[in-house]
């Protein structure tokens, strides 16, 4: 089981306590560092404010040096797929290679109407999607020296140098979601990973056999994915310290037991045990507070051996 760290920074954090946590990842031996891509907080003051998920992470691809770096997900609304581009592949030579984009089509409103960015009707916001997939990939697909033109509905590139490139080959895409069928046609397609947030492991593995059954339709190999999870992480090493992780985020011990990976060091364990038996090879911990980095410390030595 590979396991990453994820944040949320608009709930409140500095670059240096984006940095803090980032290092500590690396240095516990956790595979990646994540994060979210909002600029509005979802409960609490989100104090010092929201920082961009691209800047955060350009600094950090020369703060760390070896765990990969990425987002859970960059919203489609935000930015123009051949400004992505740009700056994904920035980050990436940045890095030396270390750089994975999570892609949506965004959902929070409220974001968008507090910093002036326009929000489609879902239908739209979903082929705007689908479009900046197609574009970005066929940018970083563009042999050097050749031009790119794409024609879309929303999107339209002429003659582009399609520069620069990513140092990786191939970067990896990360799509996720309920895979019901338009979106499963395009993680078959497109994406390297397939992502299930917040879900029982039940409904997890349904998602990941609709994603699989759609790769089988496309002639692609469903192996070829690879198959994640995000769940909430507040672990213990005893039920006291348990307890007082779930107070500090403000969560009831009993939900997180029901919703996430918590409670004491075997009951974690376990947990990703049944998350292992749904079919999931990656899981993406969430951690909430952000200044507790023991938290991280107890995983990597008490959770992460027993895997």
Not at 109 to 124: D, N, Q, S, V
Not at 132 to 156: C, D, N, S
Request: proline share 7%; charged share 20%; with cysteine.
């Amino acid at each position: 089981m590979d396991l990453r760290i994820f944040t949320e920074p608009q709930q409140g954090a500095s670059y240096e306590t984006l940095r803090r946590v980032a290092v500590r990842t690396e240095e516990t031996g956790f595979s990646a560092f994540f994060r979210s891509d909002h600029y509005l907080t979802m409960g609490g003051d989100g104090l010092p404010g929201p920082s961009d998920a691209w800047t955060t992470l350009a600094g950090l691809a020369r703060d760390t040096t070896s765990i990969r770096l990425g987002t859970l997900v960059t919203s489609a609304t935000f930015r123009h797929p051949g400004v992505l581009a740009i700056q994904v592949a920035g980050v990436d030579e940045m890095s030396g290679g270390r750089v994975e984009l999570g892609l949506g089509a965004g959902w929070y409103e409220a974001e968008h109407t507090a910093y002036g960015i326009p929000f489609p009707p879902l239908g739209e916001r979903f082929e705007r999607f689908e479009e900046q997939l197609a574009l970005i990939t066929g940018m970083w697909a563009t042999p050097v020296g050749e031009t790119y033109k794409f024609q879309g509905r929303h999107y339209a590139l002429t003659d582009s140098p399609a520069l620069p490139r990513p140092v990786q080959p191939t970067v990896p895409i990360v799509v996720g979601g309920a895979a019901r069928p338009r979106g499963a046609a395009l993680a078959a397609r497109y994406a390297t990973e397939f992502n299930v947030p917040f879900s029982s492991p039940q409904e997890t593995a349904e998602r990941f056999g609709r994603v699989r059954a759609a790769c089988t339709a496309a002639g692609r190999d469903p192996q070829d994915l690879t198959y994640s999870a995000a769940l909430v992480l507040c672990a213990g090493s005893d039920e006291a310290e348990f307890a007082r992780r779930a107070a500090a985020i403000g969560r009831e011990p009993a939900d997180l037991r029901e919703n996430g990976l918590a409670g004491t060091v075997p009951e974690v364990v376990d947990a990703i045990g049944r998350y292992a038996e749904a079919g999931v090879e990656r899981l993406y911990l969430q951690v909430l507070d952000l200044s507790d980095l023991d938290h991280l410390d107890l995983v990597a030595a008490q959770v992460a051996p027993q895997l």
